[in-house]
């Protein structure tokens, strides 16, 4: 499974949020009791907002998972149809 989480670096809650999905993929990663392990790949796409890409090193130190800066160029949040704190998952 994939996660896509669209952050806004500058935003408190974006960045807990981010902290708590990092915490997740741990938690799913980990062996459970019956030997299983889930694996949830997890991307952070960065707001292209100016404040956003001035705080994308302290968010990048945050978290286990990749984070992206979304561009004028490349605007994967325009190309995903998505705003802040959305979540995409993709299965299979």
């Known amino acids: 499974m994939s996660v896509v989480s669209l952050i806004q670096a500058s935003s408190d809650y974006s960045r807990r949020q981010a902290g708590l999905l990092n915490e997740l993929r741990l938690d799913l990663t980990r062996d459970t009791n019956n030997g299983r392990r889930v694996g949830l790949h997890v991307v952070g796409v960065n707001s292209r907002h100016w404040s956003a890409k001035l705080m994308i090193n302290e968010l990048s130190t945050m978290v286990n998972f ?24 993709y299965d299979r």
């Open 66 to 89: 990749s984070v992206y800066q979304s561009t004028h160029q490349n605007d994967v949040w325009s190309r995903l149809g998505g705003y802040k704190d959305d979540l995409f998952v």
